[in-house]
């Protein structure tokens, strides 16, 4: 199999923390290159020191973990405590990591990947909201050319919103970012949270990991478990939607999903509507198809991956 060279673009996050351990989990299919941590579900002095706590968890103190933007382009950071608590990992107890940050920033690491790797060969993948791409796109305009495939969890149609009744939360904490990585040319494939929202967590599901009888599987169970409270309360849903893996698993199973080559335009000026993806599915207008918007998932294989996966670890 082609081993395909990746950037996690992250802000953990329970499900930001999964997707990174399935990433880490199959390494003959992908090399992770770097993580590049961005402010988001908590803020970035947590968020890259938890991208370290998952390496260790992992066995992987080498990969290289990134420090990257600590706020949105153009407004206040917006965090989601309420859903994955204070630490942003809440639920099993982890130990502190002692493997080091690396010194550059995160948008430096992205620009000069770009530039010294083959044009087309790295693949980025945004858990988070996208200010650490759309900046590395506004201080490098040539890399966007050089990007394989950009592979984000973001936005929504059918389902609306989750942080507002119209916007998803990565796109919404920054929507100018969005708005620029969505028209930057390069190839887009989104998992919105249409496909998230069918990869849920139920009780069967999550005793598979525990039953994994592997500090790996403990600890997913626990984050699951600790974030599922928000999900069930808020949608009456079985279990918690692990919305960051889905990126992962397209990575490695890109037949799990389904979706379309449309148009997907980003609000940015409406207050109502801020950060709403105004997905083109119905191909209503005009306006040139710029991403791949997933719309539905294999839940079935998608766990089987990753219980088989996180086995591993
Ligand atoms: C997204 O927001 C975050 O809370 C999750 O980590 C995921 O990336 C879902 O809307
Ligand atoms: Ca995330």
């Given at each position: 199999?082609?081993?395909?060279?990746?950037?996690?673009?992250?802000?953990?996050?329970?499900?930001?923390?999964?997707?990174i351990?399935?990433?880490?989990?199959?390494p003959?299919?992908?090399?992770v290159l770097g993580?590049t941590?961005?402010a988001?579900?908590?803020?970035?002095?947590?968020?890259?020191?938890?991208a370290?706590?998952?390496?260790?968890?992992?066995?992987?103190?080498?990969?290289k973990?990134?420090?990257?933007c600590?706020?949105?382009?153009?407004?206040?950071?917006?965090?989601?405590?309420?859903?994955?608590?204070?630490?942003?990992?809440?639920?099993p107890?982890l130990p502190?990591?002692?493997?080091?940050?690396q010194a550059?920033h995160?948008?430096?690491?992205?620009?000069k990947?770009l530039?010294?790797?083959?044009?087309?060969?790295?693949?980025?993948?945004?858990?988070?909201?996208?200010?650490?791409i759309?900046t590395?796109?506004?201080?490098?305009p040539?890399i966007?050319a050089?990007?394989?495939?950009?592979v984000?969890?973001?936005?929504a149609?059918?389902?609306?919103?989750?942080?507002t009744?119209?916007?998803?939360?990565?796109?919404?904490?920054d929507?100018?970012a969005?708005?620029?990585v969505f028209?930057?040319?390069?190839?887009?494939?989104v998992?919105p949270?249409?496909?998230?929202?069918?990869?849920?967590?139920t009780?069967e599901r999550n005793?598979?990991?525990?039953a994994l009888?592997?500090?790996v599987?403990a600890?997913?169970?626990e984050?699951?478990?600790?974030f599922?409270?928000f999900?069930?309360?808020k949608?009456?849903?079985?279990?918690?939607?692990?919305?960051d893996?889905?990126?992962t698993?397209?990575?490695?199973?890109p037949?799990?999903?389904?979706?379309?080559?449309?148009?997907?335009e980003i609000?940015?000026?409406?207050?109502?509507t801020?950060?709403m993806?105004?997905?083109?599915w119905?191909?209503?207008?005009?306006?040139?198809?710029n991403?791949?918007?997933?719309?539905?998932?294999?839940?079935e294989g998608?766990?089987?991956?990753l219980?088989?996966?996180?086995?591993?670890?």
């Amino acid at each position: 199999m082609h081993r395909r060279k990746i950037i996690i673009d992250t802000d953990p996050g329970q499900d930001d923390a999964v997707a990174i351990l399935l990433a880490l989990a199959s390494p003959e299919a992908l090399e992770v290159l770097g993580i590049t941590c961005v402010a988001g579900n908590v803020p970035l002095p947590l968020t890259e020191k938890n991208a370290r706590i998952i390496c260790e968890l992992a066995g992987k103190p080498d990969v290289k973990v990134f420090a990257g933007c600590d706020r949105p382009l153009a407004r206040k950071l917006v965090t989601a405590e309420h859903v994955h608590g204070k630490t942003g990992l809440d639920g099993p107890v982890l130990p502190e990591p002692t493997m080091p940050l690396q010194a550059d920033h995160a948008v430096d690491f992205i620009i000069k990947t770009l530039r010294s790797e083959p044009s087309g060969t790295v693949t980025l993948c945004p858990l988070g909201p996208l200010t650490n791409i759309a900046t590395a796109f506004q201080k490098a305009p040539d890399i966007a050319a050089r990007v394989g495939e950009i592979v984000l969890m973001g936005g929504a149609y059918f389902e609306a919103g989750n942080i507002t009744p119209a916007a998803e939360f990565n796109i919404y904490v920054d929507p100018e970012a969005a708005d620029i990585v969505f028209k930057s040319g390069a190839p887009i494939t989104v998992m919105p949270l249409d496909v998230t929202h069918k990869a849920l967590v139920t009780k069967e599901r999550n005793d598979a990991f525990r039953a994994l009888k592997t500090p790996v599987g403990a600890a997913v169970a626990e984050m699951t478990e600790f974030f599922e409270r928000f999900d069930r309360e808020k949608y009456g849903s079985p279990g918690a939607p692990l919305h960051d893996p889905c990126v992962t698993a397209y990575l490695l199973q890109p037949e799990l999903f389904t979706g379309r080559h449309i148009n997907v335009e980003i609000e940015t000026l409406s207050e109502l509507t801020l950060g709403m993806t105004v997905a083109d599915w119905w191909r209503v207008t005009e306006r040139a198809p710029n991403c791949t918007f997933m719309g539905n998932i294999d839940a079935e294989g998608f766990f089987a991956l990753l219980t088989e996966r996180l086995a591993r670890l």
